[in-house]
């Protein structure tokens, strides 16, 4: 899982959200993940990001599609802050390791 919060540059949000389309809808033709994507109250997005596999995630950051919407979205949103690999974690086994 990836984890990306942003704001669009001002005067920018609708082409923001036209690109995320577009960038979300190659990553699920393509089978790389999908997206979710959230508005806080101020303004920001948190975008979610399921890859399918640590393959896929590559595979996506080398496509030319991928990678000329992520361009795009470069000059659109300003990047607040991201994660990109995060791991569940297994509360019962914690807990288990814990006793």
Known sequence: MSVAVWKPVPGM?????ATW??????LTQKRYGRDLLYRDREGQYVLLRYWKSE???RAAQEDPDMLRCWARLGNEIEIVK????????????ERSLET
């Open 13 to 17: 949000e609708a082409a923001s959200l």
């Open 21 to 26: 389309h577009e960038l979300t809808s190659i």
């Open 82 to 93: 991201v994660y990109e690999t995060l791991s569940e974690v297994n509360v019962e086994k």
């Open 55 to 57: 393959d896929a995630r």
